[in-house]
């Protein structure tokens, strides 16, 4: 029997390293699949991991119909036995139910991964439906990180350095971890019509009172690991 599974997760907790490492395993063992991806950071029909892992992919536009697209596939004389979908909050919720579709009537395995909230705390589409739908929710085991050391719950939007809780629930930025920005001086923020446009990842505490890891270090008083004072 086939399943509809949703991995879920915040940013840099896996997702995309996972999905390709199942796309590998079962390609290992002789199985054939369709790899589908959304606005990956690598650019348009790629699924790329922080790893530094990579592979061509789908690319799924919002008219996409996975359904016709499975059928065509079939009529064409190509099986297919799984699917795996990345970045699948950014899918529709009619494409989500087509997905529920193929492996209710085709009995294809289908692995959907993705984000479960937006910057603001609220469920994507996508991830709404498939919580309503998936046979198993699966929340990803590797934690990502708040600057403070807590398990990352939350994922924040920057606007040219400064946190934000309003605007459109997707504009696609630079997604590496703005933490590390210190140590990656030439990973410069997405230009948008926006602004400069960043996300790091929160506990929900920092999370709720707006306390990026840039904010945290001009509060963060400097203390210097050695007494300054000369005999």
Request: net charge negative; hydrophobic share 45%.
């Amino acid at each position: 029997m086939a399943d509809l599974v949703f991995f879920a997760g915040t940013m840099d907790c896996g997702k995309s390293t996972l999905a390709l490492q199942m796309d590998h395993n079962r390609r290992a063992r002789g199985h054939r699949g369709v790899l589908f991806c959304k606005f990956d950071r690598a650019g348009e029909q790629m699924v790329s991991s922080r790893l530094g892992l990579r592979r061509p992919a789908v690319e799924v536009g919002d008219d996409m119909d996975f359904w016709a697209y499975l059928v065509d596939l079939a009529v064409g004389g190509t099986v297919v036995q799984y699917l795996i979908c990345d970045e699948a909050q950014f899918y529709t919720s009619a494409q989500i139910e087509q997905l529920a579709r193929i492996v209710d009537e085709m009995d294809i395995d289908v692995y959907a991964f993705g984000i479960t909230a937006d910057f603001r705390t609220e469920l994507f589409p996508g991830s709404k439906r498939l919580v309503e739908l998936a046979d198993r929710v699966q929340v990803l085991q590797v934690e990502a990180l708040c600057w403070c050391g807590r398990r990352a719950t939350h994922n924040a939007r920057l606007v040219d350095g400064q946190m934000v809780t309003e605007g459109e629930q997707v504009i696609v930025g630079d997604v590496d971890d703005a933490a590390a920005r210190a140590s990656v001086p030439d990973a410069a923020p997405a230009a948008t019509d926006s602004g400069n446009v960043e996300y790091e990842v929160l506990c929900r505490r920092h999370h709720m009172r707006r306390m990026t890891s840039a904010r945290a270090r001009q509060a963060a008083p400097q203390v210097l690991p050695f007494d300054e004072a000369r005999p």
